[in-house]
């Protein structure tokens, strides 16, 4: 076994994953790098010139990295149901009101994450890496990045998405298990994310598709990295057990809720934002889980400024808490302990 990852030259195959909306910090990108590990830039829910900053503040340390994007669906408006849609909006609307406020109840419409704009700034100032979650863009795009001088990833969670990753063209597969912390990377959010051991899935891919594969979901210490190596991942990415490093962009209301008894387990809600994502069980899962219907961008933009508000307040009842199954172990302390430490038994 190679002692470090060859899609990503690093001295440690260990990477930063990527954790948008703020945990994924210029700093934590800093640190990870630095520890011998490869970081990724969050380049979702950013707008164009903010993700241009973005990138360009990581670049300025001179240190290898990759960049995330979310891959926007195209049907996304047509496929929402207005009436779950309205309905919704009305049934959290008393618990928006707590924070005083009032929610839209019309849908954000036409929110394409600013792909046009992150696709030309990656083809004009190319990055080592560029991994995609959410799906697969034109193979025109994949092939351009490519051409470009990126390594293109796909965000994978079966083997069946791998495999159509891989006849689109792409350099390498982020195998994502369902134990992952924040949303699933699935290309359809109406399925229903079964459980299986990341381990298991990486061998089904690596098996299915043939290509270097990083393996994210679940780790909880360096033994979990030493099987998911040894299951055939060159690398392994962690999100959660960087949450509550110094150098995370993590709030105080998500770092302290991970260590909070009255939350948690996590569990796979789609409550917040209209797709499966993994988070802290808390008040918001437990009243709306059962009434909150498909719709992302849609319903991530509806419950926003409530997230905001009880983020700011410090109400973690009512905030996305998103966590993988080895939050217990998320620790403290400087990011590049950790990373060194998820290398140690290699
Ligand atoms: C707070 C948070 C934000 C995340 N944001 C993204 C993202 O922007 N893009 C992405 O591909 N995955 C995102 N993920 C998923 C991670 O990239 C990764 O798959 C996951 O953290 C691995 O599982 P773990 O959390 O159990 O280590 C996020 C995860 C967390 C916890």
Redo the contacts with the bound molecule.
């Keep these: 076994m190679a002692d470090t990852s060859d899609l990503l030259a690093t001295d440690l195959p260990i990477v930063a994953?990527?954790?948008?909306?703020?945990?994924?910090s210029t700093a934590l990108a800093g640190a990870v790098a630095a520890a011998g590990g490869f970081p990724?830039v969050?380049?979702?829910?950013l707008t164009g010139a903010a993700f241009a900053e973005q990138v360009r503040a990581v670049q300025a340390l001179g240190v290898p990295f990759g960049v995330?994007?979310?891959v926007p669906a195209d049907a996304a408006d047509d496929e929402l149901d207005m009436a779950a849609f309205a309905a919704y909006a009305a049934r959290l609307q008393p618990e928006a009101g707590r924070h005083g406020l009032t929610l839209d109840p019309r849908p954000v419409t036409g929110d394409r994450d600013a792909w046009p704009e992150k696709l030309e700034q990656l083809l004009a100032d190319p990055v080592t890496v560029v991994?995609?979650?959410?799906g697969l863009p034109a193979t025109a795009d994949i092939a351009a990045l490519r051409r470009a001088g990126s390594r293109v990833l796909a965000?994978v969670t079966t083997a069946e998405e791998a495999r159509a990753a891989r006849d689109a063209g792409v350099d390498g597969l982020?195998v994502?298990?369902p134990?992952?912390?924040?949303?699933s990377?699935t290309w359809d959010p109406a399925r229903t994310i079964t459980p299986v051991r990341?381990a298991d899935l990486v061998r089904d891919v690596v098996a299915a598709a043939g290509l270097p594969v990083i393996a994210?979901?679940?780790?909880?210490g360096a033994d979990a990295v030493r099987d998911l190596r040894a299951a055939g991942a060159e690398a392994v990415?962690?999100?959660?057990?960087?949450?509550r490093t110094d150098e995370a962009g993590?709030t105080p209301t998500?770092r302290n809720a991970l260590t909070n008894p009255a939350l948690g387990p996590t569990v796979i809600t789609r409550a917040f934002t209209g797709r499966p994502?993994?988070?802290l069980r808390n008040g918001f899962i437990d009243a709306h889980e059962s009434a909150a219907p498909l719709g992302y961008p849609a319903i991530h933009h509806l419950t926003r400024p409530l997230r905001r508000a009880a983020a700011d307040a410090g109400d973690p009842d009512r905030v996305h808490l998103?966590?993988?199954?080895?939050?217990t172990k998320a620790r403290t302390g400087p990011a590049g302990d950790a990373v060194r430490d998820l290398a140690r038994l290699l």
């Design positions: 994953a990527p954790m948008a909306g703020g945990p994924g990724f969050a380049g979702g829910y995330n994007l979310f991994s995609l979650t959410f965000t982020v994502q298990g134990a992952a912390g924040g949303h990377g990341t994210a979901g679940g780790v909880d990415a962690v999100g959660t057990l960087l949450l993590t998500h994502a993994r988070g998103w966590a993988g199954t080895g939050y």
